[in-house]
């Protein structure tokens, strides 16, 4: 299930950020294509009229244009100074960088491609063709025709002939009409090095991608992978620990059958260990109810005002004679009238979790400490006891459901009481820890908002 999810998880993260790219990328190759098609046109239009140098004398430099770079030089002019004066001033006076300057103020960005390989058409009236003018340009005279009468017959002054690998300008302004004939090879060398680059980025990129999804998915399964271990240990435990009840209930219940002429007197044994038994069961089955309730956010739970200083008191004295039988004393030291805003089950419930689990572990003849105490705003409640001491190991695990130490193994219980009351700390915005120690003994603590 978790490799699925994380295989889903790389799954549409590549392909919702390798559309974005692969948008982008298209992007970037039609506008390339775009500016190809438009250099051409700009390169082929300056074919026109003496092979291009009306371009060129219309983009030559004005008088003007060298009186204004000069002043901007600081040179000053009366009027009558020559041109070749001008031109000697503006040579003693500009730099590289302004000759630069110049030269892409005077073409710009209009700077077509430069064609070297073309045909000139010039054609009458009638569509027929009465001069060629080639520049390292070769085409039949059949093939030549027949782009020259697709030229004439399309709407557009400029265009592809795709099924001849050209390209054309025609002019219509001209005594007659003229067309021009080029390769569009250049155009599609350069569509062609674009793509292969996009492409190379693009794979690059989707590696790149494919590494850090599979590292991310890592890190936003890891909860749910944890989460589904502790659902399949909680389902594995429950059931071990709800089986041996069973268990025995059958065990007993196989045993009265087998005897169907006793009475009930002659089989109280075996009916007493059922019923206790029974009550075993209900209250594993109560608690994971409760957590499973928690979990779920559905436990319906009324706060007030509760007097934690008398159910702190009332526990203790509760636990005396469990105590007093095993030869522990408790010790209290506890502030009166402590308000806390809380469900006052589930407090008792917390002070009888903390307090049974140090009188159940602690040696003989040592003292188990309950501790009540007010600062600032939070109490602190804390339960003391000298017995095995927790190990760093058992310390990482100490709250997980159904988790006992090796120590406590043999002692009854299902491993349920430690998470209740971390559960019940946290439902009122407090924090449960535990510290053990040779010196200190176990203590466990839990500090809460007033």
Known sequence: MIKKLRRRIVLINMLLIGAVILAIFITVIVNNYTNSVNMM???????????????????EPKPEDFKNFSEQNGKSTDGQTSADEADSNDARNSSPNDEKKFEKRSFGEETPIQISSYIIVDVDENGNIIKTTSNDFSIDYETLNECVEKALSSKSKFGQLSDYGLMYSKRDDLPQSRIVLASNSTIFTSLGRSIIICSLLFLGSMAVIFVISLLLSGLAVKPVKKAWEQQKQFVADASHELKTPLTVILANNNIMMSHRDSTVKDEAQWLES??????HMKNLIDQMLYLAKSDAGTAAVQYSDVNFSEIVEGAALNFEPVAFEKEIMIDTEIEPDIVLNGNATELNQLVHILTDNAVKYADKET????KLSKKNDRVEFSVNNFGNVISKEDMEHIFDRFYRAEKSRTTKGYGLGLSIAQRIVQSISGRLTVESTTENGTTFTAEMKI
């Open 41 to 59: 046109e700009r390169g082929m239009n300056q074919v026109f009229d003496k092979n291009g140098r009306e371009f060129f004398e219309k983009n």
């Open 274 to 279: 059922t019923q206790e038994e029974a009550g």
């Open 367 to 370: 003292t188990v400490t309950i």
